[in-house]
């Protein structure tokens, strides 16, 4: 099938409900709102004679139209990025020191990645990356850019919303409670809490409403050691789904609860954000960041092939 005559907002359009899963994900991560998207959509479909998506329960998934489209989609914004740097020149090309800061559970479960690709793509950028679990000041210029899991980041600054993160509960496997695990269930099993200095979280807000006292053995002032505790076996845990998904052992037992879950965002100052390094960088995070959007969303489950690599790079690390 050629998509010879297909607008570049089309293919652009395709990418952004293939990785987000829904037309309002679309919508928000292009700007407009959903109607647009989902006229967009049909006229599309209607133009090639062809479905592009299949709407199952889960979500929007692409059929084998789409994901060719996606895939070309993908190799054209590579494309087109290349033009860009040769265009701007040697004076304007994305170069320098950025400074990055987020918290140490992103760092360690999802950007790695995402950094490494950068600096591969822009070999002249030098990337900082300021590990702090309070939000640095973008104004201050702390950090040229911040990627945070909040629900309040800052009316100062612009960027977007990448997604929503999901929280769970879950268990090592061979102690994990028979399903389904009710609320009032809670009070026959130790669990792991949050210390003081994450009180304030909606997580462990949601704890403390449900959990009693006694019965949290064992608290820890980083989430990144929570699903670590919690595969020793120490109690349940309320885990981000995409932390617990790469964490060999665990199973979830409670489904993703709404009322705690935070948002992810990609954030920059305004005054700074059309400079080349800058804009480079927050169009190549939010690339990256929105291929991973159904694991954080917790809708996006591992491979049995992926859970048998991630658990044999943990052993044998």
Not at 60 to 84: F, K, N, Q, S
Not at 148 to 163: F, K, N
Request: hydrophobic share 45%.
């Amino acid at each position: 099938m050629g998509f010879a005559m297909i607008a570049w907002d089309d293919f652009r359009l395709v990418q952004a409900i293939a990785q987000s899963g829904s037309l309002a994900g679309a919508a928000e991560q292009l700007g407009v709102n959903h109607s647009t998207v989902f006229r967009r959509l049909g006229a599309l479909e209607d133009q090639l004679g062809a479905r592009l998506f299949e709407r199952a329960r889960s979500g929007y998934v692409p059929t084998a139209t789409g994901e060719e489209m996606v895939r070309l989609a993908e190799r054209m914004a590579d494309e087109v990025l290349a033009v860009e740097r040769r265009i701007t020149g040697q004076d304007l090309r994305p170069s320098g020191e950025l400074r990055v800061t987020t918290n140490d559970t992103l760092l360690v479960h999802m950007l790695t990645p995402v950094f490494a690709s950068f600096l591969k793509a822009y070999p002249e950028i030098r990337l900082d990356v300021v590990i702090s679990n309070q939000s640095l000041s973008l104004s201050k210029r702390d950090a040229d850019v911040a990627i945070r899991a909040s629900d309040r980041p800052g009316d100062t600054l612009v960027g977007r919303r990448m997604a929503s993160i999901a929280w769970a509960i879950y268990a090592r496997a061979d102690l994990a409670p028979a399903p389904p695990l009710g609320t009032g269930d809670f009070k026959r099993y130790d669990w792991i809490g949050f210390s003081d200095n994450l009180g304030g979280i909606k997580p462990a807000k949601w704890l403390r409403e449900r959990v009693d006292e006694e019965r949290i053995v064992y608290r820890v002032n980083t989430v990144l050691g929570l699903a670590e505790a919690a595969a020793e076996g120490i109690g349940l845990a309320v885990l981000p789904c995409f932390i617990a998904a790469v964490t060999p052992g665990l199973v979830q037992v409670m489904p993703p609860q709404a009322d705690v879950e935070s948002g992810l965002w990609l954030l920059t100052h305004p005054d700074i954000k059309a400079t080349a390094r800058v804009r480079t960088f927050m169009e190549h995070a939010g690339r990256e960041i929105g291929k991973l959007r159904s694991r954080i969303e917790g809708r996006e489950a591992l491979t049995t092939a992926e859970s048998l690599a991630i658990e044999g790079l943990t052993v044998g690390s």
